[in-house]
Antibody
């Protein structure tokens, strides 16, 4: 069964860059039937899609975050990554890495456990 | 962006009750709708996709209906394991958007 595991710092200072990595197990990140996604959830609140990336590196993002978000794929390590710049307290959230189907896109069927990232000085 | 609105925000129910949650989209999404269940401290899990298709392994007491802009998730007889928060999400067009969630509590 597909497994995803988020890793990265749990504490980031305001105005700095949040960097997370997701390691994919069992399935290949080069699968043509998968998109790889980041979704976040502020504590006690709802879910927000951040962005999606294909194994080729083709990516698309939520317009609300697009100016601050970059994602990348490392097929040799079966990993994909998220960078979110100029963070504020509003970026404090549980960040999930998630597998989505390529067709149809936007259906999120396998989720990591999530990692809590707190933005605080 | 397509806005998704769920009602109610919170629902109190007893074991065995029939429970219905509504999700409305700000424009037609055909049947590109998925329902998730999330328990405290856990990631969401797919229950229903394509508005009415039951995900493998999900109990048959869960069902979904609707198309266009109005959708419902029904639990025919709520069980102790079903007390959780439920989210709808559209996958008609990006940005993919979620409802704000419905928490099903024990009465």
């Amino acid at each position: 069964q597909l497994q995803l595991q988020e890793s990265g710092p749990g504490l980031v200072k305001p105005s700095e860059t949040l960097s997370l990595t997701c390691t994919v197990s069992v399935d290949s990140i080069s699968s043509r039937s998968s998109y790889w996604n980041w979704i976040r959830q502020p504590p006690g609140k709802g879910l927000e899609w951040i962005g999606s990336i294909y194994y080729s590196g083709s990516a698309y993002y939520n317009p609300s975050l697009q100016s601050r978000v970059t994602t990348s794929v490392d097929t040799s390590r079966n990993q994909f990554s998220l960078k979110l710049t100029s963070v504020t307290a509003a970026d404090t959230a549980i960040y999930y890495c998630v597998r989505g189907a390529e067709n149809p896109r936007g259906l999120f069927d396998s989720w990591g456990l999530g990692i809590l990232v707190t933005v605080s000085s | 962006d397509i806005q998704m609105t769920q009602s109610p925000s919170t629902l109190s129910a007893s074991v065995g009750d029939r429970v219905t949650i509504t999700c409305r989209a700000s424009q037609s999404i055909n049947n590109w709708l998925v329902w998730y269940q999330q328990k405290p401290g856990k990631a969401p899990k797919v229950l229903i996709y394509r508005a009415s298709s039951l995900e493998s392994g999900v109990p048959s007491r869960f069902s979904g209906s609707g198309s266009g802009t109005e959708f419902t998730l029904t639990i025919s007889s709520v069980q102790p394991d079903d007390f959780a928060t439920y989210y709808c999400q559209q996958y008609k067009s990006p940005p993919w958007t979620f409802g704000q969630g419905t928490k099903v509590e024990i009465k």
